[in-house]
């Protein structure tokens, strides 16, 4: 059974940095993709990655302080957050979609980690 571990959360001051890692048993998937939930908000897109990391997609607000990458020997993706501000404080998921699209779209991930909390303080 395909698994998702997210790892890297944590509690951080504004203005710092967090690398979130994800690791993905059995297999490398063609898109990953980085998602979030805010309290009280629901999920949204934060980043996602093709198979040859040549290709990235990211939340709008987002570009420039975030930055997505990937490690196909490891099955593994990761998030390095900078600039960190209290509203990005929220559980933070990774999704693997065996497809290409890297898509910002829920519906196209089929599978899901468990998530990661990051608490950023002003």
């Known amino acids: 059974q395909v698994q998702l571990v997210e790892s890297g959360g944590g509690l951080v001051q504004a203005g710092g940095s967090l690398r979130l890692s994800c690791a993905a048993s059995q297999r490398t998937f063609n898109s990953m993709g980085w998602f979030r939930r805010a309290p009280g908000k629901e999920r949204e897109f934060v980043a996602a990655i093709n198979w040859s990391a040549n290709s990235t997609r990211f939340a709008d607000s987002l570009k420039g302080r975030f930055t997505i990458s990937r490690d196909n020997a490891k099955n593994t993706v990761y998030l390095q957050m900078n600039s960190l501000k209290p509203e990005d404080t929220a559980v933070y998921y990774c999704?693997?979609?065996?497809?290409?699209?890297?898509?910002?779209?829920?519906?196209?991930?089929?599978?899901w980690g468990q998530g990661t909390q990051v608490i950023v303080s002003s």
């Open positions: 999704a693997a979609d065996p497809a290409g699209y890297y898509s910002v779209t829920e519906s196209r991930y089929a599978y």
